[in-house]
């Protein structure tokens, strides 16, 4: 056979040849996904075991409504609503679908009104059915999850600075401000290179936690450091940039450990 006539062959079968999926690489890998969720519940909920908090609510008084769920969605930021939405739309008959005209109007306060104890009530049952869990899982990937380990991955951080970015995500949200991820983002940029750029990845990721520190202390509700002091730190310092058991950190003053597998 000519060379032009095999080149056009095999151009022919890779064209028809199936694509391949990339491989789960870092937390996006199941086991390195359930140990970041681990890590977040035991500042958001002081437990490691997340999958109970589905049916957590209550405000804490942060300025931001209820907070909810395996991460901590609240009412005040929007994330409820969306949850609570996303549910309605694929289970019309559930028990928080008449709750949805009150969580748009107390979208952006920490306003109750509207929902109060029956809303709580309805959200327990509802976190007892599968759909609800699932429509907590999917917006917790879509606004939080997902877009912290796409970026942590185009800035060329193996798994902790993946994790590190998501737990800012979860509790400062994924916005621009000087007060949101974004805003805790460029700060560090402005002391460190990221690894993308040919930084080094521990003094870019200790610049980011130097960034967050800032921003938790400038609101009284996350002026407790010990997500990140005593517990990310912990790990930066011991050079586990990849997040492999054995883990011992301190969260609030409770100890916590997720074993070698």
């Given at each position: 056979?000519?060379?032009?006539?095999?080149?056009?062959?095999?151009?022919?079968?890779?064209?028809?040849?199936?694509?391949?999926?990339?491989a789960p690489s870092g937390l996006d890998r199941a086991d390195r996904k359930d140990i970041a969720m681990q890590i977040v519940s035991s500042a958001e909920n002081s437990t490691l075991r997340w999958r109970r908090q589905y049916t957590y609510l209550e405000d804490i008084g942060d300025g931001r409504g209820y907070t909810g769920g395996i991460i901590g969605f609240c009412s005040g930021t929007g994330d409820v609503l969306e949850v609570v939405r996303s549910y309605t739309d694929a289970h019309p008959d559930n028990p928080l679908a008449r709750f949805l005209p009150a969580l748009r109007d107390v979208n952006g306060t920490d306003s109750h009104r509207g929902l109060g104890r029956p809303?709580?009530?309805?959200?327990?049952?509802?976190?007892?059915?599968?759909?609800?869990?699932?429509?907590?899982?999917?917006?917790?990937?879509?606004?939080?999850?997902?877009?912290a380990?796409?970026?942590?991955?185009?800035?060329?951080?193996?798994?902790?600075?993946?994790?590190?970015y998501y737990d800012a995500i979860v509790m400062h949200g994924p916005g621009s401000s000087h007060l949101s991820f974004g805003g805790i983002?460029?700060?560090?940029?402005?002391h460190?290179?990221?690894?993308?750029?040919?930084?080094?990845?521990?003094?870019?990721?200790?610049?980011?936690l130097d960034a967050r520190v800032d921003a938790m202390e400038a609101e009284q509700a996350h002026e407790d450091t010990s997500r990140v002091d005593t517990a990310q730190r912990v790990f930066l310092r011991d050079h586990n940039?990849?997040?492999?058991?054995?883990?011992?950190?301190?969260?609030?003053?409770?100890?916590f450990h997720i074993p070698a597998p």
């Amino acid at each position: 056979m000519r060379r032009a006539a095999l080149v056009v062959v095999l151009a022919l079968l890779l064209a028809g040849a199936p694509a391949t999926a990339a491989a789960p690489s870092g937390l996006d890998r199941a086991d390195r996904k359930d140990i970041a969720m681990q890590i977040v519940s035991s500042a958001e909920n002081s437990t490691l075991r997340w999958r109970r908090q589905y049916t957590y609510l209550e405000d804490i008084g942060d300025g931001r409504g209820y907070t909810g769920g395996i991460i901590g969605f609240c009412s005040g930021t929007g994330d409820v609503l969306e949850v609570v939405r996303s549910y309605t739309d694929a289970h019309p008959d559930n028990p928080l679908a008449r709750f949805l005209p009150a969580l748009r109007d107390v979208n952006g306060t920490d306003s109750h009104r509207g929902l109060g104890r029956p809303f709580v009530r309805a959200w327990h049952r509802a976190a007892r059915t599968a759909g609800f869990r699932h429509a907590q899982d999917v917006e917790r990937d879509r606004v939080y999850f997902d877009p912290a380990v796409r970026r942590a991955q185009r800035d060329g951080l193996r798994t902790l600075g993946q994790f590190i970015y998501y737990d800012a995500i979860v509790m400062h949200g994924p916005g621009s401000s000087h007060l949101s991820f974004g805003g805790i983002r460029r700060t560090a940029m402005r002391h460190a290179d990221t690894p993308a750029r040919g930084g080094s990845e521990i003094a870019y990721l200790d610049a980011f936690l130097d960034a967050r520190v800032d921003a938790m202390e400038a609101e009284q509700a996350h002026e407790d450091t010990s997500r990140v002091d005593t517990a990310q730190r912990v790990f930066l310092r011991d050079h586990n940039l990849d997040l492999t058991p054995p883990l011992t950190w301190h969260v609030y003053g409770d100890r916590f450990h997720i074993p070698a597998p």
